[in-house]
């Protein structure tokens, strides 16, 4: 019985973590989180946010973890979601002009397949890689799509882990185990090499997210591919900015 005892406790332990992953979010509290406490909550061992409709927020607000800033690193974490969309910020900075404000990378979590675990860049580049691409951003922020594949298909009201994986300028969004998007960035002047996790809550229609076992494991630093050993690739094709049809951007709002 005391064996038993002694290894349930150590399954449960940080240390016996799996491989190299840590929790940093304890199933308990907001420990170690910032964010509006009017917007969040832990209820049954998850990370709870809601808003009730478009007149509640006048501007995307975050719960940012402030265990530090991350460079290379995979994070795992299980969502769902209904309502308006939400995302995981990461390598991302606070604007300092407004409370729990985020900009940055971000595995956007949406109803729409094509922004389903797209790269959206948080009051900066917009959207940058959707579901199903690989994109390749060139020195002097031209947009390139170097391959397409299957768009990834999820039901983001029910439960599914959503994984980004950081390398250097080599970014990977995943949902359960399944590529949704690829991104090299070599913008240097734009690109972020380290940064923070945040959460968002979404200003516009009401929206509710649930968040549980959130795990991060750092990587190694460097990784930084060189875009003079790396070229486009010879059938890439430019991607070009097309004006929203009507009522896509309400249904993006960003």
Not at 140 to 164: C, F, P
Not at 211 to 230: A, C, R, S
């Amino acid at each position: 019985m005391k064996r038993l005892v002694f290894l349930s406790l150590l399954l449960l332990s940080p240390a016996f973590a799996q491989d190299g992953f840590k929790p940093i979010f304890n199933g308990k509290d907001l420990t170690g989180w910032d964010g509006n406490p009017e917007l969040w909550k832990v209820e049954n061992g998850e990370i709870v946010g809601n808003t009730t409709g478009p007149e509640q927020l006048a501007y995307n607000q975050f719960l940012i973890w402030r265990g530090g800033k991350v460079k290379n690193f995979e994070l795992k974490a299980k969502i769902r979601q209904k309502g308006n969309n939400t995302g995981i910020q990461y390598r991302s900075s606070e604007n300092t002009d407004k409370k729990w404000s985020i900009r940055g990378y971000q595995c956007d979590i949406h109803p729409n397949a094509p922004y389903r675990a797209m790269m959206y860049e948080e009051g900066g580049r917009g959207i940058v890689s959707q579901n199903g691409q690989s994109v390749v951003i060139d020195p002097s922020g031209v947009k390139w799509l170097a391959t397409e594949r299957d768009l990834v298909e999820a039901d983001v009201a029910e439960w599914h882990e959503y994984t980004v994986i950081a390398k250097g300028n080599h970014l990977v969004h995943q949902i359960d185990g399944k590529t949704t998007m690829e991104l090299t960035d070599f913008e240097e002047a734009k690109r972020s090499l380290e940064g923070l996790i945040a959460f968002q809550i979404h200003r516009g229609p009401a929206m509710e997210v649930h968040i549980k076992d959130v795990m991060l494991k750092e990587l190694p630093e460097g990784g930084v591919i060189d875009f003079t050993n790396h070229p486009i690739p010879s059938d890439a094709q430019i991607i070009e900015a097309k004006t929203p049809k009507k009522g896509k951007k309400a249904a993006k709002a960003k």
